[in-house]
Structure formats: structure tokens, C-alpha cells
């Protein structure tokens, strides 16, 4: 039977039925998923049985693992989780709560600030692909907001002013928001910022789509007042709610998101009560996106020192 896919959403959010991920996939039903994730920008997939070997061998139909940080190796034990996956849940390598002071919750709290993975890493991520193995029963869903929607949206003027700027990122910037300063010299030394694009277009389609994050610090070449004024103004456009969908998890979801075309963010839920734990494969994207614009016919990102 070939895969069902039920559009949540015209074309930002679908689920797909029929389909058994833990098992090859069939050439049509991998080329049809790859069709639906550029029309969509979020799948879902329910009631999937995967483990780490099938979670990954799916997620690098999308492209090259990303390579893991190791942070918080004091707290989170290797074991708790395969190596290749992030740990994205409250627990701790027993599997029970994370401590109030923990350092990967204050960290994880800027999970709930908007932003797209990796994007403060020289290379970004592509898709990011979350499997929910326990859920909390109220809250802890995850939003994502369609910034090809929202670049859509803007003012021609807006579009023109801000096309070809660069941004600068740093995933210490949106911890730092949050209050989680703790670092250590070996981890900031990991994760220096990087630089992307504002405005960038998805090669499969052309369409084009705001590309920002709490994580950015900066747009290069801006006065310091006016680059702060129009990330907040352009992060307030891209989250308005006509642009967002909000997922009420299930058990055994498995949601993949582009990266490159989406932001999403955690929203509150109980903590210290119940257990929420997810795992996140994520997938590189092809380079920088600077590069990848620079190579587009008649696109030049602005010079900048
Ligand atoms: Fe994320």
C-alpha cells in the first residue's frame, strides 16, 4: 500500500500513514516523502516502533548525520541514549528527573526560545528528525512557525532592505538568554559563532524563506541598535500565530522539520512531574549558506567586513 498523506495544514504541515519506518522503504513511498517534505515543511509520522539503527537510517535519507556535541558528559552518561542521537528529554542517565540546577534543563531551556537547529554551527543542520518515546500529558508541545510564509508576507521595501544580509549566530547567545552561562572553556571553544545568511532559497523549489534564530546575535555591517531593532521586528513577523502550527505530541511520533525553511520552539510543561523524553537525530545540510547563495545566478550576498 503506498503511503497516505493527510495535509494538517495546505502546505506547511502534513501527516503520512501507510508507512512502517522501521522497515525498507519501497522506491516510490522514499520518493514520495522526499516529494511531500519539500512541499511540506513538517511531517509526522505516528505510531512508529524505531530503534537507534532504524532512526538513523532514515534521517540519512536527508542527508549526513550531523556529529554530536558532547556537553554535559557530567550529567548525561553516553549510555543513556545512542551516541548519534541527541538527548532532547528531562532525564538523567538513571532516567529520572533532571535536578532543578541541572545544567542540560537550564540549558534546554533555550529550547523554548524560536529557533532552527544548528544554525550557529559553520554548517547547519538540514532536517532535524524528533521520535517522542515518552510524552508529558499536558504541555510540552513543539511549535513550528513557516518562514517561507512569513518571507512571503513581508513588504516588498522589507524584502529589498534586508535580502543579502548577513547573520551572526551563537548558540551561547540564546543559552545566555535563558540564564545558562555555566560553560566550560572546552565547550565554548566547540561551538564558535558563525555566520549565515538572512534571506535564503531552498534549491528543490526556489521558494525563498527567512532564515533567523534566537540565536542571532548580530546582523554584520548594522549599527548595533538598528541590527537588534530588526531581528526583534523580524523574529515578532515570523512567529505570528497565522504562520505557526502547534503539534500535540503522541507517543512514537516521529517529526521531521527542514531547518532551513522553519523555526520551533518547546512550549512549558510540568518538568519536575512528568517525564518527557526524545530523541533527535539531526541531518547536515549541504554547506554554509552563504556559499550556497553566493553560487545562485545573480545573488550576492552583501559585502560586509
Ligand atoms: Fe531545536
Redesign the pocket.
Known sequence: MAINLFPVTPDFVAEVGDVDLSKPLSPEDADSIQAAFLKYSVLVFPAQQLNPDQHVAFAERFGPLEVNINTYQDEVKAERIDSRISDVSNLDHENTLLPAQSRKRMSGMA?RLW?T?SIFRHVPARA?LLYARIVAPIGGLTEFTDMRAAWDALPESMRRQIDGHIVEHSIFHSRAKVGATVFTERERASLPPAQQVLVRTIPETGRRALYLASHAIRIMGLPEADSTRLIEDLMAHATQRQFVYSHRWRADDLVIWDNRCTM?RGTRYEEHRWKRDMHRATVSDVGNSIKAVATEPGRHPQEHE
Request: aromatic share 0%.
Open positions: 529550547n529557533h537547529d532535524s520551533h
